[in-house]
């Protein structure tokens, strides 16, 4: 958190832009800023790895370029959720609120059940 909160005001100082420019130059909002400039939260790794990018910043305890340990698998599993009150619920009762893609064969569903009872 300091050395993020050190860069952040070095870049301000640097560039001579307030905290609503700063924040807005890495795609933040100002309150998360004004937290992170006063060491108050830790940014995500995703806003260090926008700083990274967009500034050059590297950080002492992480290396951008390494590789994730755990690599994704070619084939994703279907899971199948059981659920003990399923067996009480008609294809009427559903209702899709929401069908939105997520890769070329997987779609996620937002859906209403209606139960009666």
């Known amino acids: 958190m300091a050395e993020f909160s050190e860069k952040l005001c070095d870049k301000m100082k640097e560039e ?30 995703n806003v260090l790895k926008r700083a990274h990018d967009l500034w050059g910043w590297n950080f002492q305890h992480i290396d951008f370029a390494e590789q994730s340990a755990r690599a994704p698998s070619e084939i994703e599993q279907p899971r199948q959720y059981v659920l003990p009150f399923i067996e009480g619920v008609r294809e009427s ?23 009666v009872g």
């Open 16 to 45: 001579s832009w307030s905290a609503k420019k700063t924040a807005k130059e890495l795609k933040i909002c100002p309150a998360s800023f004004y937290n992170y400039r006063n060491k108050a939260d830790l940014p995500s790794y």
């Open 93 to 115: 009762d559903i209702q899709i609120i929401r069908a939105k893609p997520v890769k070329p064969d997987t779609l996620e569903l937002t859906v209403q059940i209606r139960f």
